[in-house]
């Protein structure tokens, strides 16, 4: 027997026997739903020595199954007009399909088969090691993606997070079947996997299909985070050959996705940097002309989190735009916001969220998240009302630590020096 949760609305959840949780929102006035496989495993489960392997086992899942080639893979779902993709980020990897609801069955079938399936061949790990150097290599010539990556390198030095996503040449280089297939075996377990659906599907039938395809995914162990050692705050300056602009992070630790203050921190990060009206853009850019690039971000992980500023500017402006960021981090780190201010920023912040959760992509998304960092659904009503109860000093409480000079790294990136 399975043991099913249901909301009072749209929204329904069920734990199969063996872990594999099943969460769905109908909307049923679209013909299409979104599906998604998500496993609890990213870069920040792995070993030094295997950096780069959920990454690496992610393109390998496509390469071809007991059933299907490669692709046979991309044309089951092509051909009924459909899409595939996949991603994988610092705590998570995701396996995804968008289908008519005519063809739900089929994209489970296709999503099971990699999963559970893939032949991991000698001959394609060797051809895959190519392509995904040459993602490294592309990744490494886009600026605003380096930075980023130093940026988390700063921000949990000597920890998994550090860790790049993609892996170093070396490990890609040296990868072996061995390394995918324990991997694979030890965290695609059936209970450290989230299937999520939106859109037109009914959630006794998904359970009933996901049931039927992934009955082959047995329970292993609990997942075990390396706990994350006190922030450090610094400075890095490097240069970069592929850069003609120069960058810059400012910022550091930010807050888990279950903390209570994350409303007024999500309301924090739209008045400093979230869009044309924040303080950041306003200053940094309308009124000084530092940067035609200024938003900030909040980035929220199981344990902890990042926060910070990011800017494009010129390489001679670099100090001046340094040093605005700080003025006005510090500015709300002491002073607070003024209620008018924050009533503005909370409808704002409100309209932007639930405009973008319009599509069934955004929707299975977002109800994935809520399981594995919450166990639980929050519904749009109940994040609107959490927003509209953020008060002013909630905001300058959130402040007071997070912008502390204390809890702030900068990280600049350079063009290489004639």
């Known amino acids: 027997m399975s043991h099913l949760v249901q909301d009072a609305g749209s929204y329904q959840r069920t734990v199969l026997p063996n872990g594999l949780r099943i969460v769905s929102e109908r909307m049923p006035n679209v013909r299409s739903v979104a599906l ?9 489960d792995e070993r030094p020595e295997v950096n780069g392997v959920s990454h690496f086992l992610e393109h390998m899942l496509f390469k071809g199954t007991d059933r ?7 044309l089951a779902i092509e051909s009924v007009g459909g899409s595939l993709n996949a991603f994988t980020t610092k705590e998570l990897s995701c396996f995804s399909a968008q289908v008519l609801d005519e063809d739900v069955e089929l994209a489970l079938d296709v999503l099971s088969d990699l999963l559970l399936h893939s032949t991991l061949s000698e001959a394609d790990i060797e051809r895959e090691k190519q392509v995904i150097l040459s993602e490294i290599r592309q990744f490494e010539e886009t600026p605003e993606e380096v930075i980023f990556e130093r940026f988390y390198r700063v921000t949990f030095d000597g920890h998994p997070l550090a860790q790049e996503i993609h892996g ?3 490990n890609v280089r040296r990868m072996g079947r061995q390394v995918l297939v324990d991997y694979l075996q030890e965290h695609y377990t059936a209970n450290r996997l989230v299937i999520a659906a939106a859109g037109n599907v009914e959630h006794d039938r998904l359970v009933e299909l996901v049931s039927r395809y992934f009955d082959g995914s047995r329970r292993g162990g609990a997942r075990v985070f390396r706990p994350v050692p006190p922030f450090q705050p610094s400075e890095d300056r490097f240069e970069h050959a592929n850069c003609q602009q120069a960058h810059v992070c400012i910022g550091g630790r930010g807050l888990p996705y279950a903390a209570e203050e994350k409303f007024p921190l999500l309301v924090l990060d739209t008045l400093l940097g979230g869009g044309m009206s924040s303080r950041l853009f306003q200053e940094v850019r309308e009124n000084r002309g530092l ?3 200024i938003y900030s971000f909040a980035d929220f992980l199981a344990d902890t989190g990042t926060f910070g500023v990011y800017a494009a ?3 001679s402006s670099v100090e001046d735009t340094v040093q605005v960021i700080h003025e006005q981090l510090d500015e709300v780190q002491t002073n607070g916001i003024p209620e008018d201010e924050v009533e503005r920023t909370k409808r704002q912040l409100k309209g932007s969220l639930l405009l973008g959760l319009e599509n069934t992509g955004s929707r299975m998304s977002r109800i994935a998240r809520m399981e594995i960092y919450l166990g639980q659904s929050v519904s ?10 953020v008060r002013a000093e909630e905001v300058a409480q959130v402040a007071s630590w997070l912008l502390a000079r204390s809890n702030r790294s900068t990280v600049i990136l350079l063009p290489e020096a004639s």
Do not use: Q
């Open 68 to 74: 299907r080639s490669a692709r046979e893979i991309a």
């Open 168 to 170: 170093t040449e070396e």
């Open 291 to 293: 940067a035609y690039s």
């Open 313 to 315: 500017t010129e390489a």
């Open 36 to 44: 998604g496989v998500w496993v609890e495993a990213g870069s920040r």
């Open 380 to 389: 749009l009503d109940e994040v609107a009302a959490a927003i509209d109860a």
